[in-house]
């Protein structure tokens, strides 16, 4: 009995002098105080909340040995043993700040990143389709951002005084052979893929990483969307066409599937929007594209592919002769698909696999006709008889593609890769009286490349890349160093850095090349950047350097390489300015480029100005929805200055000189659209339709890009847009879901 | 005596035990009366913080993580610095990971709380997260419907995005009038599963039903 008296007293005791105060201050290792903290004794209720200083008092009755913890998100977590025997305890703690995506710096020197993700990207993939003058092209958005042309005369994207061939594309890691459709003469061809296909989009200038390569001045690398949100069907109607969809999502969610079917025919639009052209096949182009997506374990596979027909043929004047005409026909088959795969395959790997096989066909027909739209063959005359011409492109690319990825602590990361590229182009050249010419260029190229992700804290990150490659054509290696570093400020604001070597092979339509020895073009850019971020304005500006080493320079009848004599620089500054606070419900941008370049290359006589490339650019982009009329209304204006142009003719003993040149007027075009959701709201409407108007150069200015030369005469004709403008009146209805959002970004 | 030793021992572990899950009841009890003060106060985070600490230490309830995620979720609603708001609500996120996997199966709070965590990434630019997370938020109300229709906590979110949303698109005062009156008569009829389950939302229905008039 008397045992149990002492238990008992001993345990009034301990309840008696058992309660500790603990007091304390919880700072950053930089002595910031940390407050909204949790500070507690681990396996019990007690515990408090740090207070805007830092500072923690509570009390526990807990006695002993205990663990004491302090937690706050975006901190290394923090525990101490402690002994709990009715002395106050006085503590001051000092935790490590974690490198959290949230808070890193990020790597932006050279990219234009559009994405939904969390983190605040300078644009979003709404952007990248709701631009009046994209009118539904990925690049036509990209063309109002800081560092690219508004080349009109030819597809592709044009950057940073590169021509469009330096600019690659890819999707989800792979290649895209043909992006644009096969390309007119004096007309800029459009992408091929519709935007809302994708759901991130990252655009580089120049700087890009180990990743990619064989473009000298830019990547635009697209990543394809996952499983739709639900299963809905698709109808369109335009001016140019009409188009059916239907997505299917399998009712566990776990995969989906899709098909869709695209007619375009111009003769409604050239019937009441006057073209330059004299039309004697009117644009038609069917296209089938299909879809699957599966999710796996810790991934998804993912499959795109379609089949395009298209067939155009028109008239133009002859520069030539002023009595004569040119007719140009083309018909193409462009076959395309790319399959993926992502995989967490465990301890923090990642596998990205891919697959892409396309097929391409170009059938070209040149005559020269009389004011009767007849054939002329004037065999005699080498210069008017080469304008008859059956020509037939054939081309096959594959690619196969492996990364693994492993994230380390911290947001570090390590890439590793290879990536091997095959292609096999054929080309049949048949002349006025049977005369042929057939050529084929055969490429293995395989890849190998290691990059990176180095934070050091979560205000100094870097990414070290190095890509090695093999050319069978070249018959020799490269090796490609890139590097980034970018530094946060206290403000937010960060300052990021790039440099890169880029090389690449020739265009195929300069091979096979007409002496041995034939070595990489290559490229070293140099970037710097400062950009500030809000979430509803951003500020950046990059200044830039690029130089260009070994070139391909030609020569000969059919302009083959001939040696990598060719240099050049383009350096400049740019301005981008997005505000979507200071006027209210209204977002613009602004963009302004300054491009200083000269090249030596091809057949051009010297080091010069590019024909390519204006020295000023600016856009300015408006966007506002007016909810009350269930209105959007897009804007965007383009300036830029006048571009040179120049007539290379050859003399007596094949040197090239400037026979004439020029300079064009300034480019000026003011784009405009509008889109109006009739059952905007109405949540228990079955179908969604979205009605949209836009017009292209709305104040009919004039805009020239270029001039074609006469072979002998003295004479030049401008390059001049299809038609002064156009109006592009359509009606698209979705069943099923409500993806009015969609039909819009789809359809500007 | 030996059987007198284990009697005081099986009573002293009784009375353990009792007191354990009195002292437990009883810090939830202190705590969730907190709750209207501190969304006053601002202190969402410290409350937070103590359902946290109960949830640690009890480590087989949901409860204590269901209200920890809540106040964490309500203070990143009232935080002005938009830059915070997406950890705050992934902090919020993976508390009610851990209340879901406690509670075993997804019930209709849990789905509460993740349409209310839907809506605090969507409000960091609506705009943009629209399509993603208006979608989040909506699907889980109509889940935590669906798990319990007496449920008033979907309802009263429901009528506060309807309040949001501009009349173009559907919403505006009128139809979310509806849905708070609906939810009123929800809230009086609601009867919670135990002491310590979820009753807030009344008061903030009243004042929007206010606002609507």
């Known amino acids: ?748 | 005596m030996k059987k007198l030793l284990l009697l005081i021992t099986f009573i002293a572990f009784n009375n353990f035990l009792f007191a354990q899950s009195d002292k437990y009841a009883g810090a939830m009890q202190k705590n969730i009366a907190l709750l209207d003060s501190a969304m006053k106060n601002r202190s969402m985070t410290e409350l937070a913080n103590n359902f946290t600490r109960i949830a640690d230490a009890e480590k087989t309830q949901w409860l204590p993580y269901y209200y920890a995620a809540y106040c964490t979720v309500m203070s990143g609603f009232v935080e002005t610095d938009k830059s915070k708001t997406d950890g705050i609500a992934d902090r919020a996120e993976e508390l009610i990971i851990k209340a879901e996997t406690l509670a075993g199966k997804p019930n209709s709070e849990i789905h509460v709380i993740r349409s209310m965590i839907a809506s605090a990434h969507m409000m960091v630019d609506p705009q943009a997260r629209w399509q993603q997370y208006g979608a989040a938020s909506s699907e889980n109300i109509a889940s935590a419907k669906e798990l319990d229709p007496t449920n008033p906590r979907p309802v009263y979110l429901e009528g506060q995005a309807k309040f949001y949303t501009p009349e173009a698109f559907g919403g505006g005062k009128a139809p979310a009038k509806e849905l708070f009156e609906k939810a009123i008569v929800m809230f009086a009829a609601f009867k919670p599963q135990s002491a310590l389950d979820p009753t807030w939302g009344m008061a903030s229905t009243e004042y929007f039903l206010a606002q609507c008039k």
């Open chain 1, 1 to 748: 009995m008397k045992y149990f008296l002492s238990f008992g007293l001993l345990c009034n005791c301990l309840i008696g002098f058992g309660q500790t105060k603990i007091a304390g201050r919880l700072t950053d290792t930089k002595n910031k105080s940390l407050r909204g903290a949790s500070i507690t004794i681990r396996n019990s209720y007690d515990g408090t909340t740090t207070d805007s200083l830092g500072n923690f008092l509570f009390t526990t009755n807990e006695t002993g040995d205990q663990l004491l913890e302090a937690n706050i998100s975006g901190y290394s977590s923090y525990s101490k043993n402690i002994k709990l025997e009715g002395k106050e305890i006085l503590l001051n703690i000092s935790i490590k700040e974690l490198i959290t995506e949230l808070k890193a710096v990020v790597i932006t020197a050279g990219a234009f990143e559009a994405s939904d993700a969390k983190k605040a990207t300078v644009l979003t993939s709404i952007d990248i389709v709701t631009t009046a003058s994209a009118e539904g092209d990925i690049t036509g958005a990209l063309k109002t951002l800081p560092g690219t042309q508004q080349v009109g005369e030819t597809g592709g994207l044009f950057v940073r005084g590169g021509t469009a061939t330096e600019s690659k594309i890819f999707i989800d890691g792979n290649l895209v052979n043909n992006f644009f459709y096969s390309s007119v003469p004096g007309i800029a061809s459009r992408g091929r893929f519709n935007p809302f296909l994708f759901k991130g989009t990252v655009f580089s200038s120049g700087g890009y990483s180990a990743l990619y390569g064989q473009a000298l001045s830019s990547a635009l690398i697209l990543e394809s969307t996952d499983l739709p949100d639900k299963t809905s069907a698709n109808i369109a109607l335009s001016i140019i066409g009409a188009g059916a969809g239907i997505e299917k999502l399998a009712k566990n969610k776990k995969s989906s599937w899709g098909l869709t079917y695209n007619y375009t025919n111009l003769w409604l639009a050239f019937n009441v929007i006057k073209q330059r052209r004299d039309f004697y096949a009117i644009p038609v182009d069917q296209q089938v594209d299909g879809n699957f997506r599966i999710k796996t374990k810790g991934g998804i596979v993912k499959y795109y592919g379609y089949v395009n027909w298209s067939n155009v043929g028109f008239r133009t004047q002859d520069i030539d002769s002023l009595r004569l005409k040119d007719a140009f026909s083309l018909k193409n088959l462009n076959i395309y698909h790319n399959l993926n795969w992502k995989e967490k395959i465990g301890k923090g790997w990642r596998v990205n696999a891919g697959l892409s096989y396309s097929t391409n066909m170009d059938q070209i027909k040149t005559e020269l006709q009389n004011n009767e739209n007849v054939k002329l063959e004037l065999a005699n005359d080498s210069l008017f008889s080469a304008k008859n011409a059956d020509i037939l492109n054939k081309g096959q690319y594959a690619q196969a593609r492996l990364v693994l990825e492993k994230r380390l602590k911290g947001l570090n990361a390590i890439r590793l890769g290879a990536d091997h590229f095959y292609s096999k182009e054929e080309y049949n050249y048949t002349g006025l009286g049977g005369f042929k010419f057939t050529g084929n260029v055969k490429e293995n190229l395989t890849a190998a490349f290691a990059e990176t992700d180095f934070y050091i804290s979560n205000n100094i990150a870097a990414k070290l890349g190095t890509r090695l490659e093999y050319s069978r054509i070249m018959a020799r290696w490269n090796i490609a160093p890139r590097a980034s570093v970018a530094y946060k400020f206290k403000d937010n604001s960060q300052a990021s850095f790039a440099y890169g070597l880029f090389y690449q092979t020739p265009e195929s339509k300069y091979l096979p090349p007409l002496a041995n020895n034939l070595g990489y073009a290559k490229a070293a850019h140099y970037i710097l950047q400062y950009q500030r971020t809000s979430s509803l304005r951003t500020f950046r500006t990059e200044v830039f350097y690029k130089k260009y080493d070994n070139l391909f320079k030609t020569a000969g009848f059919r302009e083959q390489a001939l040696n990598n004599n060719g240099y050049g620089y383009a350096r400049g500054i740019e301005i981008f300015w997005r505000d979507k606070k200071s006027i209210k419900n209204l977002d613009y941008w602004i963009s302004y480029s300054y491009l200083d370049t000269k090249r030596d290359f091809l057949n051009f006589p010297s080091e010069m100005q590019p024909s390519f490339a204006a020295t000023h650019t600016a856009s300015l982009v408006m966007k506002k929805f007016v909810v009350k009329w269930k209105t959007g209304f897009n804007a965007s204006y383009t300036f830029a200055t006048g571009r040179p142009y120049y007539q290379i003719r050859k003399d007596a003993s094949q040197n090239n000189y400037i026979y004439d040149k020029g300079r064009t007027i300034n480019y000026n075009g003011l784009g405009f659209s509008l889109n109006y959701l009739p059952n905007l709201g109405k949540t228990k409407a079955k179908a969604f339709t979205v009605l949209v108007l836009s017009v292209s150069n709305v104040l009919g200015q004039k805009q020239i890009y270029g001039y074609n030369y006469a072979a002998v005469a003295d004479r030049k004709l401008p390059i001049l847009p299809p038609s002064k403008r156009f109006v592009y009146i359509g009606c698209f209805i979705s069943i099923g879901i409500d993806r009015t959002q969609d039909a819009i970004n789809n359809n500007l």
